[in-house]
């Protein structure tokens, strides 16, 4: 089944200790992204991933890190969580075409405490 | 900077009516894209159906369909038959077929719908 796999689907943790939420696809897709969904301020871009080694910055990134070592996997890292950072969150790969939908991952419900 | 609205927080149906949602844009850009996005209790967020700008013709997904006026920048989703599974909340989101690199989605603040019995 075609599919974007992220977890945990749930995580309470402690300021200041690092996390990774795991995303991982098996659809071949180039395009892989971050975002985060909070109340009011819908679903805003963290960080994108055109291809293998090549990331850059959404429209929230300060707190968070990517990488992208495998056509498959784009990780979402948080060295020190702060309880701002609690939120939905959600992967999403697609084909390189702009005209492509998202498939998205089922979320990560991140609590900060 | 381009930018979603959708004007109906919450919006109710009775099963087996039809219901419309609303969507509407702004933009400088020709060359765009613009999703519906279905989010159920479950949060996986799911594609409901798609449109291309330069399209005239109005995208049809069985019993979903929008109305899409370029000139007015509207985009509205219309749920045909509504089921019990049409209940979740709905988001409409553009993306720029100009962006570069990024294939980022600017997306609306959603609309909740329920589905009466």
């Known amino acids: 089944e075609a599919q974007v796999t992220q977890n945990p689907r749930y995580l309470i943790t402690v300021t200041g200790k690092k996390l990774t939420v795991t995303c991982s696809q098996n659809?071949?897709?180039?395009?892989m992204s971050w975002y985060r969904q909070d109340p009011g301020l819908g679903l805003r871009q963290i960080y994108y991933?055109?291809?293998?080694?090549?990331?850059d910055k959404g429209d929230v990134p300060e707190g968070y890190k990517v990488s992208r070592k495998e056509k498959r996997n784009f990780p979402l890292i948080l060295e020190s969580p702060s309880p701002n950072q609690t939120s939905l969150y959600f992967c999403a790969s697609s084909f390189q075409g702009a005209n492509y939908g998202y498939t998205f991952g089922s979320g990560t419900r991140l609590t900060v405490v | 900077a381009q930018t979603v609205t959708q004007s109906q927080p919450e919006m109710s149906v009775q099963e087996a009516e039809t219901v419309t949602l609303s969507c509407t844009y702004d933009?400088?850009?020709?060359?765009?894209?613009l999703f519906w996005y279905k989010q159920p209790p479950s949060r996986q967020m799911i594609l409901v159906i798609r449109q291309e700008a330069y399209k005239q013709q109005n995208a049809t997904e069985n019993r979903f369909s929008v109305n899409f006026q370029k000139a007015a920048k509207s985009f509205s989703l219309k749920i045909s038959d509504s089921q019990l599974g049409d209940a979740a909340m709905y988001f409409c989101?553009?993306?720029?077929?100009?962006?570069?690199?990024?294939?980022?989605?600017?997306w609306g603040l959603g609309t909740s719908l329920a589905v009466n019995p």
């Open positions: 659809m071949n897709h180039e395009y």
């Open positions: 989101a553009y993306r720029s077929a100009n962006a570069g690199n990024n294939r980022k989605l600017i």
């Open positions: 991933s055109m291809n293998v080694e090549v990331t």
């Open positions: 933009t400088s850009e020709s060359d765009y894209y």
